[in-house]
């Protein structure tokens, strides 16, 4: 046996966590994963990083890894049959080109991917959409997450991302997390807040939930879900009306002070005790403590993005570092932390309808002529559609000329994990063209008419960005399968069988290219890479000593084009789909810590799919179980004015009387057959934290069990070894 030990990132949460792995050269095999000294993980990993790899042998336990090209030869009823890659390439260049030719390129959307491939597949894809395609509708699943974030900011900061690195939330002297739940999103930052707890730090606690952070926490904040911004206004009435706002701060920083006043005026706790249902003396005590340090840190995650108001409630939240001064130094400021593994990448390299790499606008005259300089092409300078609009545009367009046609559909599974399934399968059928580049069978590749299989993290390099900005090289451990290629090499092959060519050696030469043209990330070279483990952008200058910008606004100057912080003034609303007779309860969707997203990667590793499998849990209030009288483990059925699915009733008095909370990781317990289309009108981020359900009890709980177990072998089969050709008639006959 040769054993050689490589250090790689991990491939789950925006944590960025360092691993050393252990791999059998000969067996090409990983062996053994342990926590390396990372600059956010400092030698610890969660069991995701510890246990998260064993999909790579494709132990095909969900799903089966693809090896090969798979194609509809004879349109939508057709099996997908196995191809080779100059067939699969030229159908995808020959659809697209005739689809472009037809409609537009506007007809055509592509995604990034957040996922294993990659700022360099990102970039290449992005390059590919408006240089080759000629459109900017290019996007990713940032959108359902963490766009309410980097719209939010950018106006009021003038930079979407965290303002500070992980390590410093461990020297805060006051944390307001709010609608975040680390120990199960990312436990190695959680971690940070235990650290910085234990340093006596003032943990604050704002969600629904007793979250194990609301546990650890001096005050938890159990308020109504969807009133987060009568909170936030709330915060910003109490510390103006008692005079615990910076006015130094204010006067010399921002702008905008006038308008917030005039608006929170009327939003003392007392009143908004209503909406919120918080007692406003510990809302009261709550803006005192933040104001009380200059080291005090907001962190929050999808409790506060996944709303119809998202956007507004950042800008909420950002207003309160920005009263108190909390923002330029060290341990203080804003924790939007993003979470999949190269969200933040996904959006540095531009797989936005709106930003080239390195956040530079599409309507920028000036970013447009370096790109079309660069890419020798002439560039659309109108934003593109974001990806949550896809549905509306494909079943109800606007305008029929705008119709989109075709979905090339990168590292995502929206057949899983878009809110309203039923909506987004209907999309899939209509349209007249998809391509799903993917390392496995999904829920999406069975609409597919060709299936572009990968390499998987762990097989290829590159570089991700970490939620603090941290660019971290990811490594080769072992060798794909005979038949995968590289998603870079994918994209670049169809882009050049379209006559625009794109022939990249290898990752580190399209990383060079995009450096060379994105200033803020100029300074992180690959020697400097590896000889540093991390560069934090900005990073403007390649001298070898210089690792980047651990924390952002120093000196209280904003990333804006007059270096001022924004207030922003909005008034509350509710969430779209209210409790009604018919529906009394509110449903909240949410994590779990040993299963990650769509689950095609964590279901296929054996100790993690050992933790919890099919159909989930509806975490239930004990009070609701008594009234349904339904008890633990029992199976239920949980409906909504959209679909219904089973899960198994969990009592907890962890939540609320009024909502139930699920978990959108599961096939049969698919939480997201409830969830509701409504949009942020801004970051079109689905409100996925908030729709009306009714939980039923089921008497024939033999024969739920049976449709349970039914169902999943039928959709595995369908996924995995059906002997008559993967997903056989997939687009035309299956409901589910
Ligand atoms: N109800 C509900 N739904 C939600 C959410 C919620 O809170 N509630 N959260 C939303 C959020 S925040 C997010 S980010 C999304 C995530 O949703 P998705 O982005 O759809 O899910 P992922 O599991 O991250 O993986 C996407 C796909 O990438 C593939 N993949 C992994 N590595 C590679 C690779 O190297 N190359 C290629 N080509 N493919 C690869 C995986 O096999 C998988 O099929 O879900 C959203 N959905
Ligand atoms: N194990 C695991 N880790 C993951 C993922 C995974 O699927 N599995 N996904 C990754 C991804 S893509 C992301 S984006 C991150 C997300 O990580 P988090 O941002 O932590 O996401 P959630 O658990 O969806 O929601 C956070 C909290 O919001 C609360 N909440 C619900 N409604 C409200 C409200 O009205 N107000 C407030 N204040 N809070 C509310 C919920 O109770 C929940 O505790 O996790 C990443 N890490
Ligand atoms: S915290 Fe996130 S990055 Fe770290 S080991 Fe766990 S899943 Fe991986
Ligand atoms: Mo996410």
């Given amino acids: 046996m040769t054993v050689k030990k490589i250090v790689s990132t991990c491939v789950y949460c925006g944590a960025g966590c360092q691993i050393l792995f252990t791999v059998d050269d000969k067996a090409n095999r990983i062996i053994d994963a342990e926590g390396a000294p990372g600059h956010s993980n400092d030698g610890t990993l969660c069991l995701k990083g510890r246990y998260g790899w064993d999909f790579l042998n494709d132990p095909q336990i969900l799903t089966k890894r693809l090896t090969g090209p798979l194609v509809r030869r004879n349109g939508r009823s057709s099996p997908l049959e196995p191809a080779g890659w100059d067939e699969a390439v030229a159908l995808v260049g020959d659809r697209l080109a005739q689809i472009k030719k037809e409609s537009g390129p506007d007809s055509i959307l592509c995604t990034g991917s957040a996922r294993g491939p990659g700022n360099e597949a990102n970039y290449v894809m992005q390059k590919f959409a408006r240089a080759c395609l000629g459109t900017n509708n290019v996007d990713h699943c940032a959108r359902v997450c963490h766009a309410a974030s980097v719209a939010g900011l950018l106006v009021s900061l003038g930079s979407g991302a965290m303002s500070l690195s992980v390590p410093e939330i461990e020297d805060a002297e006051v944390i307001l997390n709010i609608g975040y739940n680390g120990p199960d999103s990312h436990p190695i930052v959680a971690r940070r807040i235990v650290r910085a707890r234990q340093k006596g730090c003032y943990v604050i606690c704002a969600d629904p939930r007793r979250t194990e952070t609301a546990r650890i926490s001096q005050k938890h904040l159990q308020l109504k879900g969807g009133s987060n911004l009568a909170l936030a206004n709330s915060l910003a009435n109490v510390i103006i009306s008692e005079k615990l706002h910076d006015p130094d701060f204010v006067r010399e920083h921002t702008k905008g002070f006038e308008e917030l006043r005039t608006l929170v005026e009327k939003y003392s706790p007392e009143r908004t005790a209503g909406i919120t249902g918080l007692d406003p003396g510990e809302v009261r005590e709550t803006a005192r403590i933040y104001a009380s340090s200059k080291h005090s840190v907001i962190l929050w995650g999808m409790g506060v993005c996944q709303f119809s108001q998202g956007v507004e409630v950042v800008k909420g939240l950002a207003n309160l570092g920005l009263l108190t001064?909390?923002?330029?130094?060290?341990?203080?400021?804003?924790?939007?932390?993003?979470?999949?593994?190269?969200?933040?990448?996904?959006?540095?390299?531009?797989?936005?309808?709106?930003?080239?790499?390195?956040?530079?606008?599409?309507?920028?005259?000036?970013?447009?002529?370096?790109?079309?300089?660069?890419?020798?092409?002439?560039?659309?300078?109108?934003?593109?559609?974001?990806?949550?609009?896809?549905?509306?545009?494909?079943?109800?367009?606007?305008?029929?000329?705008?119709?989109?046609?075709?979905?090339?559909?990168?590292?995502?599974?929206?057949?899983?994990?878009?809110?309203?399934?039923?909506?987004?399968?209907?999309?899939?059928?209509?349209?007249?063209?998809?391509?799903?580049?993917?390392?496995?069978?999904n829920k999406t590749a069975r609409f597919a008419d060709v299936i572009l299989p990968s390499t998987s993290w762990g097989e290829h390099e590159g570089v991700y960005s970490a939620c603090d900005r941290a660019f971290q090289r990811v490594r080769k451990l072992v060798e794909p399968p005979a038949g995968v290629l590289t998603d870079w090499e994918i994209i670049s092959r169809v882009s050049t069988h379209m006559g625009y060519p794109m022939k990249y050696k290898n990752a580190e030469e399209i990383w060079n290219e995009l450096v060379g043209l994105c200033p803020s990330f100029y300074g992180a070279t690959y020697e400097k890479l590896e000889k540093l483990g991390h560069v934090q952008w900005p990073c403007r200058s390649r001298d070898m000593s210089d690792a980047g910008t651990p924390?952002?606004?120093?000196?209280?100057?904003?990333?804006?084009?007059?270096?001022?912080?924004?207030?922003?003034?909005?008034?509350?609303?509710?969430?779209?789909?209210?409790?009604?007779?018919?529906?009394?309860?509110?449903?909240?969707?949410?994590?779990e810590v040993g299963h990650y997203s769509v689950r095609t990667m964590t279901g296929n590793c054996r100790t993690l799919r050992n933790?919890?499998?099919?159909?989930?849990?509806?975490?239930?209030?004990?009070?609701?179980?008594?009234?349904?009288?339904?008890?633990?483990?029992?199976?239920?059925?949980?409906?909504?004015?959209?679909?219904?699915c089973l899960s198994r009733c969990l009592p907890t008095d962890r939540v609320r009387a009024d909502a139930v909370y699920m978990t959108y990781q599961w096939w049969i317990g698919a939480c997201n057959e409830l969830t509701v289309g409504s949009l942020d009108p801004v970051s079109n981020t689905p409100e996925y934290k908030y729709c009306a359900c009714r939980v039923e009890k089921i008497d024939d709980q033999a024969g739920a069990a049976k449709h349970v177990a039914d169902e999943y072998q039928r959709l595995r089969l369908e996924m995995l070894v059906d002997p008559k050709g993967v997903g056989a008639g997939a687009r035309g006959g299956l409901a589910a």
């Avoid at 809110?419 to 007249?432: F, G, P, S, V």
């Avoid at 120093?554 to 409790?579: H, I, Q, Y």
């Avoid at 179980?625 to 909504?640: F, H, M, N, T």
Wanted: proline residues 9%; negative net charge.
């Fill in 611 to 644: 933790l919890e499998d099919e159909p989930g849990w509806v975490q239930m209030n004990p009070a609701l179980c008594e009234s349904l009288q339904v008890g633990r483990g029992e199976l239920v059925r949980v409906a909504s004015a959209r679909g219904w």
């Fill in 325 to 441: 001064g909390n923002f330029g130094r060290p341990s203080t400021g804003v924790g939007p932390v993003r979470g999949q593994n190269n969200v933040q990448g996904a959006c540095d390299m531009g797989a936005l309808p709106n930003y080239y790499p390195g956040y530079q606008s599409v309507s920028d005259p000036a970013s447009r002529e370096k790109f079309e300089k660069a890419w020798g092409v002439s560039l659309p300078d109108k934003p593109g559609l974001t990806l949550t609009r896809v549905p509306e545009f494909v079943l109800h367009p606007p305008d029929p000329g705008k119709k989109i046609r075709a979905y090339w559909i990168f590292g995502e599974d929206p057949a899983q994990s878009d809110a309203h399934l039923a909506e987004m399968r209907e999309t899939l059928r209509k349209l007249d063209f998809v391509v799903v580049q993917d390392i496995y069978m």
């Fill in 551 to 591: 924390y952002l606004h120093k000196n209280g100057l904003f990333a804006t084009k007059d270096g001022l912080g924004v207030f922003s003034a909005s008034e509350w609303r509710p969430p779209v789909e209210v409790e009604n007779e018919e529906y009394p309860l509110t449903l909240s969707t949410v994590r």
